[in-house]
């Protein structure tokens, strides 16, 4: 659901053989690392009233959130394999979570209908990530907040020079994942004020695909 003031919808990427089969397996093993959880565990648990998770595929957050805190939960994310992994951890945890299919260059939400938009490793392997932070201002509550934390740029011009040649074969392995894109300025480029932002290579990583940044941003 798309204003008309926001860049033209993209159509979904066809998914083939491989990133309908293997790449949940990879994105279910890369993303539940303890040093990966270690940082979700950080993030996850700050979010408040109506949530979206934005890529919950594999459900590897739920475990995380503060149900004292979180009003309801909902999801969205494009892969049927990953969709299944997430009903697969709703019965684990028991935790409940309204799940949709769909892109996040269009989501099937209503304007301000979050007051928390989560999304953890996510805007790396997006087709357009400008027009998914455009709706994820548009669903977003004007008081409302997002809770951020990825992997992408590495500042050092050695590690940058790796990931610049690692990403095209990456890409393909990993489900369009990049590992040249901004992170924090990429939401100050869509016109979010960034409220925190922590940043560092994550121990017992490989360095180009170790960087990260988590933080908060808000409208």
């Not at 999304?119 to 990530?129: E, G, Q």
């Not at 011009?157 to 095209?168: K, L, M, S, T, Y």
């Given at each position: 659901m798309s204003s008309n003031n926001l860049p033209p919808i993209s159509e979904p990427r066809p998914m083939g053989w491989w990133e309908r089969n293997m790449v949940p397996r990879l994105i279910g093993c890369c993303c539940a690392?303890?040093?990966?959880?270690?940082?979700?565990?950080?993030?996850?648990?700050?979010?408040?009233?109506?949530?979206?998770?934005?890529?919950?595929?594999?459900g590897i957050n739920l475990g995380f959130y503060d149900m004292n805190r979180s009003k309801s939960l909902t999801g969205l994310d494009p892969s049927p394999g990953l969709l299944d992994q997430t009903r697969d951890q709703i019965e684990a945890t028991g935790?409940?979570?309204?799940?949709?299919?769909g892109i996040g260059e269009d989501m099937p939400f209503a304007d301000a209908q979050f007051d928390t938009i989560l999304?953890?490793?996510?805007?790396?392997?997006?087709?357009?990530?400008a027009q998914v932070l455009a709706e994820m201002k548009r669903v977003l509550r004007p008081d409302g907040r997002i809770l951020f934390l990825e992997h992408g740029a590495a500042p050092s011009?050695?590690?940058?020079?790796?990931?610049?040649?690692?990403?095209?074969l990456w890409k393909r392995i990993g489900?369009?994942?990049?590992?040249t894109r901004p992170i924090t300025g990429a939401y100050e480029a869509a016109g979010f004020k960034i409220i925190q932002s922590v940043k560092g290579y994550m121990p017992k990583t490989p360095k180009?695909?170790?960087w990260i940044e988590w933080g908060e941003a808000r409208i």
């Open positions: 690392q303890p040093q990966v959880m270690k940082a979700r565990s950080l993030v996850v648990p700050q979010a408040l009233g109506d949530v979206l998770e934005l890529g919950c595929g594999g935790r409940k979570i309204d799940i949709h299919a999304v953890t490793f996510t805007l790396c392997s997006v087709d357009n990530p011009p050695g590690v940058a020079r790796w990931q610049r040649w690692i990403e095209p489900g369009n994942c990049h590992l180009p695909f170790g």
